[in-house]
């Protein structure tokens, strides 16, 4: 959550950070960090059930997007309900499991999570995080 809230701290309307990350790496941990450096509580966030995409108003009014895309059954379907559309908008868009995308993310932030040291339960253990922009005009981002 603190890796999440600094990354946060540095993104600025327009932005779209793209998580990579095995199930239960910390995704949506991740991303209730992002959400808290714009004032959204961390309950207000959570993993995907039925809602793909949520739309959240931060404390300075601005749209932060959190969309899901676990429960895709396959990488068409993105496209089919639209979520193209919330990258670069006014807000911050934070895509979970964005490998489902298609044809790709063309630029923003790409985050991968893994769980490190083979612990026994994703819960557990320390993270890898890895950040990095998608084209050169994202790699001094952060």
């Not at 601005?62 to 807000?91: Q, S, T, V, W």
């Amino acid at each position: 959550m603190a890796a999440g809230r600094r990354l946060g701290a540095l993104l600025k309307p327009g932005d779209t950070v793209y998580l990579h990350g095995e199930l239960g790496s910390g995704k949506t941990v991740f991303v209730k960090g992002v959400a808290g450096a714009f004032g959204i509580p961390a309950g207000e966030i959570t993993s995907a059930s039925y809602t793909i995409a949520a739309e959240h108003e931060g404390a300075n009014g601005m749209p932060f997007y959190h969309i899901d895309l676990y429960r895709l059954e396959n990488a068409g379907e993105a496209g089919e309900i639209g979520i193209e559309e919330y990258p670069g908008r006014n807000g911050i868009a934070v895509i979970e499991w964005a490998e489902r995308l298609l044809p790709g993310p063309l630029s923003g932030l790409k985050v991968s999570i893994k769980v490190t040291r083979g612990a026994p339960v994703a819960r557990e253990g320390p993270r890898e995080i890895i950040i990095e922009g998608i084209d050169e005009k994202d790699w001094n981002n952060s």
